[in-house]
Nanobody, 121 residues
Framework: QVQVVESGGGLVQAGGSLRLSCAAS????????MGWYRQAPGKQRELVAT????????YADSVKGRFTISSRDNAKNTVYLQMNSLKPEDTAVYYC??????????????WGQGTLVTVSS
């Protein structure tokens, strides 16, 4: 079984910063990619940023230049999302996603429970 756990959400004023963390654990043979998605009230879930096993990163246009995704060098199963210059429109539940290969079940897409980020104006 594979688990993905996020942490680091909270309340911050506009212009402030937060860092989210996400760790994948369990019967993982290899991790293909990890990423962050978000869902604001009344809206669909959208991509924020992803990082692949070769360190290739991808960002939504709305967060480019403000958010940075990275992984721990010695453990690719942990990723961070550094969020700077936060805006009220960044308010959402942020979900971590991991694309992993397992022995028992092959390739899986696993989601975390989500962590709430609230940016006040």
């Amino acid at each position: 079984q594979v688990q993905v756990v996020e942490s680091g959400g909270g309340l911050v004023q506009a212009g402030g910063s937060l860092r989210l963390s996400c760790a994948a654990s369990g019967s993982i043979v290899n991790i293909n990619s990890m990423g962050w998605y978000r869902q604001a009230p009344g809206k669909q879930r959208e991509l924020v940023a992803t990082i692949k096993s070769d360190s290739y990163t991808n960002y939504a246009d709305s967060v480019k230049g403000r958010f940075t995704i990275s992984s721990r060098d010695n453990a690719k199963n942990t990723v961070y999302l550094q969020m700077n210059s936060l805006k009220p429109e960044d308010t959402a539940v942020y979900y971590c996603n991991a694309g992993v290969f397992t022995i028992a079940r092959g390739y899986l897409e696993v989601w975390g429970q989500g962590t709430l980020v609230t940016v006040s104006s």
